[in-house]
């Protein structure tokens, strides 16, 4: 009995332990850049963390603004958007929190 409460009991931490944390968020400054209309070929408004351009995937209308620095808490996606005349590949990220910088 004793064997099966100690077998019962490593299961339960094990399932425990290996259960899936949420995204891991990030707080950093960055830049809002405009990237060009995305019917014109261009990329969309994106956001510029360490000299690497990002598309978010929702950026509220009082952010578009071009060089607007910015404080923002979020998430890295494994996720990229395709745009531009040469088309290239964008990583995308989601808005946590937005603030101006």
Known sequence: MKKLSLIFSLLIFGLISCAPEGPEIVETQAIVLDGGSLAADGCGWLIRIDGVNYSPTYLNSQYQI???????NFEYLSSTVTCGLLPSEIPQIRLEQIRPF
């Open 66 to 72: 071009d060089g607007l620095p910015i404080l923002i």
